[in-house]
């Protein structure tokens, strides 16, 4: 059997309970492209529709989707959903899915900053380095206006987990 090789990572799907102010956030704070305009979707007999019903089951009859990209080119599909749901704490960290998404930005203080002048908020007072006093690797969690959590890092994930952070 071949060894298996690292994949590429591709897009990821975030849920939002408001489309356009989403696409308006992301564009305008984190700067990323939008591939796709805000568009409609229906439970149909279109392929896109066919797919969906695939994924989400009979009766999901209608969504809106955003595709937006990043700086290196990672995809992000934005979900209103017509059911969605915006609890007032979405941080259930401790449940098995996705609980956060993380950018890098060497001016982690900085996109903090302009995250919660745009309706978002910290879960962290303020950034911490996995090396103080050595290296200047340094993140924070923050929340964007919507619910999602949004980890900061200022360098590499390589970087900052190459010389065993937790050691």
Not at 6 to 31: N, Q, W
Not at 46 to 52: E, F, L, P, R
Not at 64 to 78: F, N, P, Q, V, Y
């Amino acid at each position: 059997m071949t060894a298996p090789y690292p994949r590429t990572f591709s897009h990821i799907g975030i849920s939002v309970p408001d489309l356009d102010a989403a696409v308006k956030f992301y564009s305008e704070v984190m700067g990323w492209y939008v591939i796709m305009p805000p568009t409609d979707v229906y439970e149909d007999d279109s392929a896109i529709g066919q797919m969906c019903t695939d994924v989400f089951g009979p009766n999901w009859k209608h969504f809106r989707i955003a595709h937006m990209s990043t700086g290196d080119k990672i995809g992000i599909e934005l979900f209103q959903f017509d059911n969605a749901e915006n609890p007032e704490d979405n941080f259930e960290y401790w449940k098995t899915g996705v609980f956060h998404f993380s950018v890098q930005d060497p001016d982690v203080e900085g996109l903090a900053a302009k995250i919660e002048a745009a309706g978002g908020k910290r879960r962290m007072k303020e950034p911490r380095y996995y090396y103080p006093g050595e290296k200047p690797y340094r993140m924070i969690y923050m929340e964007d206006p919507f619910g999602n959590i949004v980890e900061i890092y200022s360098h590499s994930y390589e970087l900052h987990y190459s010389s065993g952070a937790y050691n």
